[in-house]
């Protein structure tokens, strides 16, 4: 069975940080681009970040850059997003997603709320 679950959502102060984790098992997760996404109220989901299979190359949505980080641990089978100097706008559900040839994956979310 597959599952991705998402970790390390919370409520954080404006130019706080957050670490989330996404847990994968029931695939063979190293073989996976790994990615998260995210969903603020009234938006659409939105690709903040993702990773190829061999960890090589990473990219970062252009409002991401400089602030979030994305790296995977394969003994693991765990992706994370650091994400630093978090701004209200990054008040979102995020989303872990894994992807390889016609097969994808989703998490069922985890929420950041940015707020003082």
């Known amino acids: 069975q597959v599952q991705l679950v998402e970790y390390g959502g919370g409520l954080v102060q404006p130019g706080g940080s957050l670490r989330l984790s996404c847990a994968a098992s029931?695939?063979?997760?190293?073989?996976?681009?790994m990615s998260w996404y995210r969903q603020a109220p009234g938006k659409g989901r939105e690709l903040v970040a993702s990773?190829?299979?061999?960890?090589?190359?990473?990219n970062l949505a252009d409002s991401v850059k400089g602030r979030f980080a994305i790296s995977r641990d394969d003994a693991k089978n765990t992706v994370y997003l650091q994400m630093s100097s978090l701004k209200p706008e990054d008040t979102a559900v995020y989303y872990c997603?894994?992807?390889?040839?016609?097969?994808?994956?989703w998490g069922r979310g985890t929420q950041v709320t940015v707020s003082s």
């Open positions: 029931g695939f063979t997760f190293s073989n996976y681009v």
């Open positions: 997603h894994a992807r390889a040839l016609i097969y994808t994956y």
């Open positions: 990773i190829t299979s061999s960890g090589g190359s990473t």
